[in-house]
């Protein structure tokens, strides 16, 4: 018979068994709710596997089944083909007929939207090219949509639906080695797995009344089963256990859990499950495929099953859900489960709106009631003073009823970053409004700090949580108000927030429940719908940062208005504001004649104006931590303006390019001129009147003083930032023309489409560093004229055919892709041609800040005794980081045990060839310096009875000088290079190299002996941080080298050292864990002293023995730990997870000649308390024959 026939007439036939299987199963399953319905999916997935008849079967059962739904949509998420679209056009025939065959033309019968997404299959070789091609021709050949397009990773719909937002993510984007991938991201918004993760937040957020479908091909949760390689974390990053695939779940798990309403579908799984965590409910059904993953059993309310079938998902007007699953194969589909899915946000009905009418048009509150403020003497000496009594304080506010608002203002959604909590506010005018609650959220900012999984609810009323509440004071909280007819006087554009006590109260709905009854600032929302608000310029549009940064990109006819942002940006250093990251400006376009368009600056926010860091603990912080440098007090002066600056430098980068000095110098006394002591006075007395205290003299005294030294302020930030200098094309082709002048000057000249639209002339004593990046395009690069005293310039000439023709090829440099066609006039041009995405990609944060860093470095040992130190690390970064462009670090400490003292360097500079880093260690130890010798071989006796722990030191001081390349991918690293050393051991009398029976006075091994060798180094490494409690992974390390003196000793030996590593969860939920490490010693060769011997004993190996307890030729050992979680507790602390583990070692040394069979063993316990998922700390207790060992660690050793 005829296929197209044969199939014709099976598809009839299931057309009729299914609309009378519909109609003896609709009164079975009801309705539990008596919404209408919004909007009916059928989700499938793996599709590529046709033809087959469960493919077939389930395509068909959907068409029927969908001839019932008013409004409907099918939606395949991924590997739609079985090895997707080949990039040679000969190649393709067979997956066009395939597409057309067996999913487009039988989903021409689908009454409803048809989507298809990409998923594993889709990318190949050339990745998102391919997938461009593919989407052009599913949508030239049939109505279908293929999303997301273009290769990138997200695209949202609503496919004219009010209640729902089809969210469609392409998670193998995230998932791919981009350097793989030629031009990835070049017609995309997002250019960052960072970007991917803060738009999704932005969507969840804009969408936040409505519900969200996350069509992602590989699922966020999972009851699939794995094998044993997967479940210690794989081999791929596919699989759902690597750390990759972690990060992308765990992320977008946290962050749909902020928000209500959020259903993730995802396809990878070939089977079919509903699966519910933290409030997120996760629908898997890719159970097109012919081959079928297995899965494990569900619990109550869940589902799993190994069958052909396929999901339903109805949305109610509601918001509520239904999710059906329906095995196909003979006959008409059958319904394995249903899941109703309630409406998480609450309901207008259900929450109880107040009556003001009759309260009084004041109200006296305060942002932190006493008992919040009230610390005692030693804890303001550790924590600061801050601000604490002005947060107590009360103060007598305007009430906002929101009914006395013209327009019916009234509450729509949820906003706020990460500190704060907002409420965005309409009119009937569609103007929009955002009331601010003046106390901020410390659960929120910590949730913002642990993206990989949900806390929020667990840090309440914690000690963590006060204490960031407490951090808050460190800000002035009614002093930026002040800044309103400032910001006025200096023609600056900004949202005039002003101070309110808003009542919970009919306009605020389904929020009066959370929000209300607290201090708030009202504010215009800083966005397009109230771009004719004259705070706003009377714009013609507002646009967003990233949107600003996209169209100067794309084209020069977009221009800041550089003047007006310096001015706003000097003012920023006027009123000590770090916080001025991308989110705190929006912008203000207006079209000009020339067809241009120039945008001015609005500021956003000014929490963190004049504040006041202070205590020990705080100074303590910003030595060590970065993240604390910004984090000035409020004084006379700044004292460093690059840390000030630390997140505003990107923008300060993109948009400060063409001023001078003397136009720096004309903002600063234009300020200067117009904020004068009357303004400032007359500002600060506009606050409420209990707001005007102490506090807010010394911040107007300092203003003033800083207002007068805003110059040299100035001048130093000025200079910072000229010192490196970013410039970039266009989209369009670019011509650089760039001239060396004489007396260090370079002149670089910018036109585009034959318009000049960039020069400037950099001096050397300026300037040390240029990148030029062309972007989009082909671009010209021209390098003339001779001078002298070079300024270094890097270029990148992005994408397409780029011309380089330097005629001078001194100090300057030309980076590309080498996977593409470049022109290269002059033979000698210096150039670096690699596929890799981060150097060739340009990036808004590709220049970041080099950061010097100290830590503590203390421990305690039996053998060692106590140790205190310092380690210092400075990192710098540049154009070709891997992951930096240079990290040395320098660590010093002191052993109170034998008075020794340990000097270390290691520094490591980045891509001396493409990848491979250059290395440098380097370690001293001062003649105290000790470690154990108990004598050679397996049944060497020891009894701490007899003699004390001194007695087995051996004072020895020694050097080394090792310099390596270091090879750093993924999970892989590779090490090798020359050694050197030299060792001297210490004679003692009492000790164990004053026993006769061991040593000589005399002996080689008192004498400096000198070694030169060479050591290589593997490790491949797939688990979390050393400091957690690791769920799941293995280590596998190798380490083999060779050495010989290199003085008039014959000492020679080569040597091999592997070791591996496993945790293996026994449960799925990595509560039970059995790790074990099995690690060995080899030295080939018989010649070598003590100190290169194998040995065993201490944390890494025998724990219940001390530190080299056993020395021979040949070690071996395995330790194994059974680790349990057996409670949680709520504590005022933190949430902590509190373990024990039992363990078991055991292992034995071989030395020439030994007929020892005996075995050694020692064995013991811990108990283990766990915080964040994160910090691990571990007190252990271990025993053998010989001695009783106490060990702490963070984390676990293995």
Known sequence: M?????????????????????LVSSGIYAQETDAAIEQTFYFTGNTGDAPNASTTGVLEAINTMSQQDANATFVAIGNITKKGYPPKKKDRKAVEAFLQQEIMQPLEAFNGNVILMPGKNEWNKNGHENLDDLESFIQDNSKIEFWPNDGCPREIENLSMENVELLMIDSQWF??????????????????RDDFFAKFKDDLKDEQNKTVIVAVHHSVLTLSQQNFIEKIGGLSVEDYYSTLRQNYAGTLETLASQFPDVIFVSASDRNLQYVFDDGIPQIISGAAASKLDGVRKADDGQFTAKSHGFAKLTVYTDRSSKVEFFQTGKGAPQKLFEKQIRRQQPRPEDIPAPDISGMSDTYKASIYTKEETDKSGFYRFLWGEHYRDV?????????????????????????GGNQSRSLRLIDDDEHEYTARELRKSAVRFIQSKITDHYVRDFMQNTIAEDIVQDFYTTAQPYAPFALNPIFDT????NAEPKIYYMPKQKQLGIFNEDYGDKLYMLEAHAGDENKSFERFGNADDIISTKDLLAEVRDSKKHQVDEANFLKVRLMDFAVGDYDRHYDQWRWSAYEQDNGNTLYKTIRRDRDQAFPKYDGLILGLLKVAMIDFRSMERYDEDVDNVKWLSRYAYPLDQAFLKSLTWEDWQEQVRFIQEKLTDETIETAFATLPKAAQDESTEKIIKNFKIRRDNLMPIARRYYEYLMRHQILLGTGDKDDFVITRLPNGKTRVALTTEDDRTFERTYDKEETKELWIYGLDDEDTFTVTGEGDQYIPIKILGGENNDVYDFQNTRAVKAYDYKSKKNTFVNPGTRKWLVDSYDINTYNDENRKLDAFSTLPAVGYDQDTGFSAGLSGTYTT?????????TQQTLTAKYFAATHGVELKYSGEFANAFYKWNFGLDARYTTPNYAINYFGTGNETTYDDDLVDRDFNRVRISQWSVNPSLIYREDRMSIRFG?????????????????????????DDVFNTQYYAGAEAAFQYKNKSGAIAFIRRGFQFDLVAGYKSNIDEYDNEFAYVNPTLSIDYPLHPSGMAVLATKVGAEMNFGDTYEFYHAATLGGNNSLRGFRNERFNGKTSFYQSTDLRVGIAELTTNFIPLRLGV???????????????????????????????????????????????NRVLFTLGFKF
């Open 2 to 22: 005829n296929k197209k026939y044969a199939s014709l007439r099976l598809s009839l036939y299931s057309f009729f068994a299914l609309g009378l299987w519909a």
């Open 175 to 192: 998932l791919e080695d981009w350097d793989d991938h030629l031009y990835l991201n070049n017609k995309c918004e997002l250019k960052t």
């Open 391 to 415: 947060f107590s304080k009360e103060i007598e506010a305007p009430v906002l009823d929101l009914s006395e608002l013209p327009g019916n203002v009234h509450a729509i959604s949820e906003g």
């Open 490 to 493: 200096l023609d600056i554009y």
């Open 877 to 885: 970064y540049g154009l070709a980081n891997n992951p930096f462009a």
């Open 978 to 1002: 020359p050694t050197f050393e030299s060792l001297n051991v210490s004679y003692s009398g009492d000790g164990v190299t004053g026993d006769t029976e061991i040593f000589l006075p005399g």
């Open 1141 to 1187: 583990s039992a363990g078991f070692d055991y292992g034995r040394i071989w030395t020439p000649g030994g007929d020892s069979e005996q075995w050694h063993n020692s064995y013991g316990g811990s108990v283990f308390l766990n915080g964040f998922k994160a910090l691990t700390a571990n007190l252990g207790y271990y025993r053998s024959k010989e001695s």
